[in-house]
């Protein structure tokens, strides 16, 4: 099956990588309109398999394979034709004729699914788990409750293509309530689906002329239990014509039972295929072969008597068909009319004019059996082959079904409810919960939060709290929770109300690309520009600890500029941001859509209680030597640390923060020389006047506390702004 995507070449690298693809067909010699294929595929997954440009060019092709009104809708868009040329072309080579195995190609619209990129799939551990992990770090580990080969690949790709519109979503989430309403059917309508074939392999290999006489047996064993699996089914969890399309293939049914046994074997050309009375042919071959066997096999019976060789024995193999083996014990018995066909170390082996005979009879009863069941076999197939819409349409239901159920089950196992999905901005979570830790803690130990983004006054939530207190997992879930809800499934919350999300981004974690010579930074400043350039109002932003890569100042100036463009930019997203540099805080004063939130803790002494709970507000510490503390640090290191600390919050706020005021106001009487629009944007540091000097050097920094340090920076930017320099 061809599937074609949006034409966007500035998306087409995110799009191409979430596809699970085994190889790439792209012209040998690509011409310039067709935009920058080869960077695009590098580092992606797949053979890269080039052809003559002229495979990509035969507009007779696809109009002869489907008709001019099938091709006719891609008139418009020449790119997508020669794809599909190309793609065409090479199976019909590949498989010697006209490729059997094709649908006509559709058109994928981005706007109707949420996007997200391979980055933000591999921060989330959707389907892959971190490197240390294990598969139950994964969201998949926990949702896939499918029983069907078929309903596995349904689920995963509504997973992988979440909806973006309200009303198909919400035709989802009924569809998943039913099967949760009604627990005894969904139950039983599972145990009906395990073992049962898959019947959309099984179709492609029939329409492909690949079925063995084992797939058909399969395919009979399917057809047979779907009335079972129909009439478990009830109107509100199937329509009509869903009931319709499960009715299968009945005649396809009825000869596929009479005309194979019943365990069918593997290959075909070994016989063995057809139940006997379905061919009279087959049947007079099959007596005659099986009467010449048994007169081989009265045979030896009847020689040990005549001979008197109570070690005679009939054997066969296929160079010197059958034969009468005697030892050379008994070589003085053998009579006059035995013919001497091999001598080997111990026996002779001799045939008798009437073996011979016998033997013409049976060998050439057999072959001509097996030929005439290989026959009737790829007629069967052929048959089969009429009716693989038919079981491509049962397959579908089945498939939808169980993913449908599957969904049901993971929402009533885990205690999920049912979102809902609207065109606001709001995004509004009551008792949240991270659907993977939860599941990997004791029963209640995960401390749920609330959620709660608005595109008018909560745009932004800056959070801020300690190692170990749960941002990351606050983050995870937030995304996780809206993946989960326009994908169609229940979300692990009291209540959920999420405005639709186009785009989902991530940048959390870290991690190089050593390979391609990327550092850490480096892989955290593209995915942030990537962010930037491509997010929307309905997008949903979720940026963790971003600027650790680098020197403090200089991650805290990103972190800070990326927040201001992220509020009043063209796009303004839902974001959250987890971050240490509590610098950052005081944006909330300047900043009218973003919100200060923060992870509590509980401290005693010198000990710290991680309470994992979300509340409004900036937190004041990290509490980074606690953390190190408890990871088990030495104690004389764990001391210095302080020390070291102590001193630095101290130092840096005189001494330094001048010295940075100083750069700042030379950076940005430059950039306002170069472009007058720069002095609109929100400075970090005041600038450095006499006035200021004189009450920095009158400041005594040994009793001065971080906060009072930052307060009196306030006080002088108010006082002194950029625009008195």
């Not at 600038?687 to 000097?693: D, G, M, N, Q, V």
Request: proline share 5%.
């Amino acid at each position: 099956e061809v599937r074609l995507a949006a034409p966007a070449w500035s998306d087409a690298g995110e799009f191409l990588a979430r596809l699970r693809v085994s190889e790439w067909l792209l012209p040998a010699e690509p011409r310039a309109e067709s935009g920058p294929l080869g960077p695009l595929l590098a580092g992606l997954a797949g053979a890269a398999t080039p052809l003559p440009q002229t495979r990509f060019e035969d507009a007779r092709l696809l109009p002869r394979r489907w008709g001019e009104s099938a091709v006719g809708a891609f008139a418009h868009w020449p790119e997508a034709l020669a794809a599909a040329t190309g793609a065409v072309d090479y199976l019909d080579r590949v498989q010697g004729g006209a490729a059997l195995q094709l649908r006509v190609p559709e058109a994928w619209a981005d706007e109707e699914t949420l996007r997200y990129d391979v980055a933000t799939a591999r921060h989330l551990e959707l389907f892959q788990h971190a490197p240390g992990g294990e598969s139950a770090h994964t969201l998949w580990r926990h949702l896939d409750q499918t029983v069907t080969a078929g309903g596995a690949r349904r689920l995963r790709a509504w997973i992988e293509r979440p909806l973006a519109r309200p009303d198909a979503i919400a035709a989802r989430h009924d569809a998943v309530g039913a099967w949760i309403l009604d627990s005894t059917r969904r139950a039983a309508f599972r145990q009906a689906l395990r073992g049962l074939p898959d019947l959309e392999r099984l179709g492609a290999r029939v329409a492909c002329g690949k079925a063995t006489p084992r797939d058909l047996g399969a395919i009979r064993d399917a057809l047979k239990r779907l009335p079972e699996l129909r009439d478990l089914l009830g109107s509100r969890l199937v329509s009509a014509a869903g009931r319709a399309e499960l009715a299968g293939a009945p005649e396809l049914e009825e000869t596929l039972s009479a005309a194979l046994v019943d365990d069918p074997p593997p290959v075909a050309r070994d016989g063995g295929i057809r139940r006997a009375g379905y061919d009279a042919a087959r049947d007079r071959l099959a007596d005659l072969a099986h009467s010449g066997k048994r007169w081989i096999a009265e045979l030896e019976a009847s020689e040990r008597e005549r001979t008197g060789i109570s070690s005679l024995r009939v054997g066969y193999n296929r160079v010197f068909g059958y034969y009468l083996e005697v030892t050379r014990t008994h070589r003085d018995k053998v009579p006059a009319d035995y013919e001497r066909r091999q001598t080997l170390a111990n026996a002779e082996r001799f045939v008798t004019p009437a073996l011979k005979v016998k033997e013409g009879e049976v060998l050439g009863a057999e072959e001509k059996l097996k030929a005439l069941e290989f026959e009737l076999f790829v007629a069967l197939r052929e048959r089969a082959a009429g009716h693989v819409p038919a079981l491509r349409a049962a397959a579908g239901v089945l498939s939808r079904l169980d993913a449908e159920a599957a969904l049901g089950e993971a929402a009533a196992r885990y205690g999920w409810t049912r979102p809902i999905v609207d065109d606001s901005d709001r995004l509004v979570v009551e008792d949240a919960r991270h659907p993977v830790v939860e599941r990997l803690l004791p029963a209640g130990a995960f401390v749920p939060n609330r959620i709660e983004l608005d595109g008018a006054t909560r745009q932004i939530l800056l959070l801020t709290g300690p190692n170990m207190g749960g941002k990351s997992t606050y983050l995870r879930q937030i995304a996780l929770i809206a993946l989960l809800a326009q994908a169609g499934s229940f979300v692990p919350a009291s209540s959920a109300r999420i405005g639709c999300v186009d785009r989902l981004f991530t940048r959390v974690g870290s991690a190089d690309r050593l390979g391609a010579g990327q550092s850490t930074f480096m892989v955290e400043m593209q995915e942030t520009a990537s962010i930037l350039r491509a997010a929307t109002a309905r997008s949903l932003v979720l940026l963790d600890e971003l600027g650790r890569g680098t020197a403090t100042f200089d991650g805290l100036a990103l972190a800070w500029a990326v927040t201001e463009h992220l509020h009043t930019g063209t796009a303004r997203p839902r974001t959250v941001f987890a971050t240490h540099y509590h610098e950052l805080t005081q944006l909330e004063s300047r900043l009218d859509r973003l919100r200060n939130i923060h992870v509590e803790v509980r401290e005693r002494g010198e000990q710290v209680v991680f309470l994992h709970h979300v509340v409004d507000g900036a937190a004041d510490r990290s509490y980074g030597i606690q953390v190190a503390r408890l990871a088990g640090l030495p104690a004389s290191v764990l001391a210095r640390a302080e020390e070291v600390l102590h001193e630095l919050e101290s130092e840096r706020t005189v001494e330094q923060l001048e010295s940075h005021a100083r750069d700042g106001t030379a950076a940005r009487k430059q950039a306002t020389a170069a472009d007058p629009n720069a002095a609109s944007q929100l400075g970090l540091f005041a600038p450095a006047e006499h006035p200021l000097l004189t009450e920095l050097a009158a400041l005594d920094p040994d009793r001065m506390t971080p906060f009072e340090a930052l307060g009196r920076l306030a006080e002088w930017r108010k006082r002194w702004g950029s625009g008195s320099a």
